[in-house]
């Protein structure tokens, strides 16, 4: 592999169209609540692929589609372009396996999201509570003390200092590599089991951040989403476990 | 080391020699399905050894042949030219033990059958099912649509995205790295209970690459060959469970 | 990530005013000995803090503040200038994840050491003993034999090669790559439980070090620290719990 | 640390005296038999250490003398120039903790042996059986067919391909990278149970390096030096222990 990250445009794009004053990623994490958000505005808003990215930080392994061609495990940039709303959407199969990728990754996202004028990431994920929860809370987090007192008023709550020991992987490291270059930085957290693919917790996160970015967003068939994400993930987490026999078998 | 992967063409080999329009790989995984298909087809065909891979993505040892005599563990590559098949073959003792290594392997692999000229790639592996398995499916995923009539012809299952977590290791890796070369990658996996070397699978396997590649080749002594190199392996484990207390001993 | 390493120096500070003859090292360890002693000698001196190391070799996470504010979680050096003592301190959230990454940053720490004209170096740190301790002892190690009898005189005991295995992490390392330079090293390391955060330890470690810098420290309120740094720490410790579930979630 | 691997001649000697036809290696592993053998031959012929190598894939700790003083945990070559024998040794305190590590150093320290002239490489290493031995076997293993013979002599045993999967960290490596500069490789493996430091085996492995390199040592006070060594060794391992909760708690 000739570079440790290849980030691919799609051929027939310019990538000067891509400009967009706003990023929201939604990487897989505890109860994939972030993944489940940001795949379904996709879906919603009609977003169009702009980029694929390849790592050796992923898992060393191809995904196979349903019609069984294969893939590299990727992440992916997706661009909507609307009327009230310009907005770059972060999503993936997986984050980095190592720290050191972590980094690399994260630092790299938000370089991008420089490049293409980006003033604003939001940055999604679940809050893993180890329990049922009735009514999720939204956690948030910022990169500048300013953004704060905008964000609670969509009901976002800021604990004291909660999440304890802070906020990991891309969800996190975005928001302190976004600091140096002035780009504003929201974590938005949606309580959650963590056993779970949790759409309700997802819908409680998609409403305030359609708040938030000033969109209307029907979120009917989220449940159906997250059954489809659940099933798909069991079968992954499944493949994962006899992955790692084989890792261990072939190593 | 002076580099991380290292190709060492045997010397009284030309290189120009080396042309081939598939290569088949069939490196260590589960049940050793591919392994042993591969191997029984360097061994039947009389396929020469042209190169031998060293990386210190491989495990930090040397193997022991019968006669004491030692060498640093490898991938190698085969050549076999006939009247109606020529060929490349990619065997070896282990495949990378971390997941960069995985990566940076596969990608060289493909990039090594891009210079010989190959078309296309037949990765050969085992599905771990975790039970015994009375007749073994032949399971198959492409790296392009368009491969996958011609394979289903031959039996071969295409399930609906099964594997469903995706295929890891080169078997799945090289297909991937394949596709933007325009090489053509198909992978076939015997369905296998992962915790043997499994001969029934192979030869199921065996008799539908023959079919694909258009050549009869006798497969009477597989299973001959299987209980030797479940020896083998079993010696190789033991070992490497005293290789884990001996790396922790002198780490 | 551009650099493994980056340090970023506070800006409105001139970087040839740090000329310092000391540097005190209280890195995260054992029983957080030495983080409570680094810091609480920057807050009673009132210590200002002059530069921020960031690195992959920490965990991929950012810290959340009290304030609902993230930051990369980094080293960061202080610097203090009076009347008796000018100085050095050198502290953080945490030391490296990985082998590599010690290496790396301890050899860094003493190259701005060294280059701030630092004559001596004082790492400090626990001792786990694995049980409560009446009377804590407070062990010390150097990185010439000529520093001994000074060290000894205060009340440090040298015991024979007590801990027997080494000095690990950034502690010992420093002294290690402080020897070619001629830069005096002296590890301090309080016995401990190693359970909880130990003021007792603490007190004893900040009596003996504030006589061989020769200073004066009010300790009274060491106790309460320990106890906001205990509170601190096990969220962090439930948040890591949590965290690396996570990192084999989104891996 | 500005290179991952330093190799520091002692001042004094002059790099170009160190001419020997012979390398023996005696790094930590299994028994520390070869450990044993090999430090033992340096005190009773009073070889002179000529190099030290530190590197970032050693343990991240310094060791601690019994006078308190620290060093960074080391590899070393001694020099022996007797009337009958020249020959470097390799000793040290730990071999490599990565795989990655393993293949470097050990690729290092033959391109170090040829550039000295070294014709000949012995590797000393204990074969763990997990039982006691009452008497403990020699087996061998060579990189040159052509050596088998005069090895065999001495009572050194080649069980067929035993150890059957190979001989893992510097004692198998250095055989494998000696290959192609036409250096003879022998490795020597003392049968022993793998728990304790096995005099009883370095003995039975001394007397016949002693038989293969033409000299005649003392073997009384093996047993003495063993039984130190096994108590310095279990004060690392109590301390190993306690390291690898303090990186967990400090990473």
Redesign the interface.
């Given at each position: 592999?000739?570079e440790?990250i290849s980030v691919r445009f799609i051929e027939e794009k310019d990538e000067e169209e891509f400009f967009a004053p706003l990023l929201i990623e939604g990487?897989?994490?505890?109860g994939h609540v972030g993944k489940l958000v940001a795949e379904h505005l996709i879906q919603e808003l009609g977003a169009e692929k702009i980029a694929e990215i390849?790592s050796?930080?992923f898992?060393?392994?191809?995904?196979?589609?349903?019609?069984?061609?294969?893939?590299?495990?990727n992440n992916e940039l997706y661009h909507y372009q609307g009327d009230n709303l310009t907005c770059l959407f972060l999503v993936g199969d997986?984050?980095?396996?190592?720290?050191?990728g972590?980094?690399?990754l994260?630092?790299l996202y938000v370089d991008i999201a420089h490049r293409f004028g980006v003033k604003r990431i939001y940055t999604l994920g679940g809050y893993?509570v180890g329990h049922f929860v009735e009514t999720p809370r939204i956690l948030?987090?910022?990169?500048?003390?300013s953004l704060?007192e905008e964000i609670e008023k969509t009901g976002v709550i800021?604990?004291?200092?909660?999440?304890?020991?802070?906020?990991?992987?891309a969800a996190?490291?975005m928001?302190?590599?976004a600091?140096p270059f002035g780009i504003e930085?929201v974590?938005l957290m949606g309580e959650t089991s963590?056993y779970l693919v949790d759409p309700k917790s997802a819908t409680l996160l998609l409403e305030i951040l359609c708040k938030l970015i000033g969109i209307e967003v029907d979120t009917s068939n989220l449940h159906e989403r997250a059954a489809e994400m659940e099933d798909?993930l069991s079968?992954?987490?499944?493949?994962?476990k006899?992955?790692e026999?084989?890792?261990s078998?072939?190593?």
């Amino acid at each position: 592999m000739k570079e440790n990250i290849s980030v691919r445009f799609i051929e027939e794009k310019d990538e000067e169209e891509f400009f967009a004053p706003l990023l929201i990623e939604g990487l897989p994490g505890i109860g994939h609540v972030g993944k489940l958000v940001a795949e379904h505005l996709i879906q919603e808003l009609g977003a169009e692929k702009i980029a694929e990215i390849t790592s050796l930080y992923f898992p060393p392994q191809v995904i196979l589609g349903v019609d069984g061609v294969t893939r590299l495990c990727n992440n992916e940039l997706y661009h909507y372009q609307g009327d009230n709303l310009t907005c770059l959407f972060l999503v993936g199969d997986f984050q980095s396996t190592s720290n050191e990728g972590h980094y690399h990754l994260s630092s790299l996202y938000v370089d991008i999201a420089h490049r293409f004028g980006v003033k604003r990431i939001y940055t999604l994920g679940g809050y893993g509570v180890g329990h049922f929860v009735e009514t999720p809370r939204i956690l948030g987090a910022v990169n500048q003390i300013s953004l704060k007192e905008e964000i609670e008023k969509t009901g976002v709550i800021f604990g004291e200092g909660e999440p304890g020991g802070g906020i990991i992987g891309a969800a996190g490291l975005m928001l302190g590599f976004a600091q140096p270059f002035g780009i504003e930085g929201v974590c938005l957290m949606g309580e959650t089991s963590g056993y779970l693919v949790d759409p309700k917790s997802a819908t409680l996160l998609l409403e305030i951040l359609c708040k938030l970015i000033g969109i209307e967003v029907d979120t009917s068939n989220l449940h159906e989403r997250a059954a489809e994400m659940e099933d798909a993930l069991s079968k992954i987490a499944e493949q994962e476990k006899g992955q790692e026999e084989e890792l261990s078998y072939i190593g």
